[in-house]
């Protein structure tokens, strides 16, 4: 579970400054890297840190509330933050069986969707 910007023109630190909030995680360019392997700069945010945070939530709509709190009082900067650069929720959803999938309440898919950025769901086999 993350809230994620990216952009050729993004600089970590500055998401950082504006949210008052430090990264999960960062990918920068950098000049010791071929460009055929250089990567989109990115600014990651799951919460960690925070207390409640979990590693693997069991339900993804638990997580999503999670972030929510934290970022509710940030709203307004992160929808520009999300305007300015390409920002979306992810998630990765690691399932043991081929059929189901998560189920978000319709509450929550409107908070989400107030952002104005899409919701990303990896769907990422786990074992089986």
């Known amino acids: 579970m993350e809230l994620r910007f990216s952009g050729d023109q993004l600089e970590p630190s500055e ?3 504006r949210l008052n909030l430090q990264p999960s995680k960062v990918s920068r360019k950098s000049p010791f890297l071929p460009i055929r392997e250089q990567r989109r700069r990115y600014w990651g945010y799951n ?4 207390i409640g945070c979990q590693f693997g939530w069991e339900f ?5 509330e999670f972030l929510i709190k934290i970022l509710n009082s940030r709203k307004a900067e992160v929808i520009a ?7 979306h ?3 990765g959803h690691f399932r043991i069986h081929v059929d189901g999938g998560p189920r978000l309440p319709a509450q929550l898919l409107t908070e989400i969707g107030s952002y104005g950025m899409p919701l ?3 769907n990422c086999p786990d074992g089986d």
Do not use: H, Y
């Open 120 to 122: 990303c769901i990896d």
């Open 15 to 17: 998401i950082s400054a």
């Open 60 to 64: 993804l709509g638990d997580g999503l």
């Open 89 to 91: 929720w992810w998630c």
């Open 47 to 50: 919460g960690k840190g925070e």
């Open 81 to 87: 933050i999300g305007r300015q650069f390409d920002g």
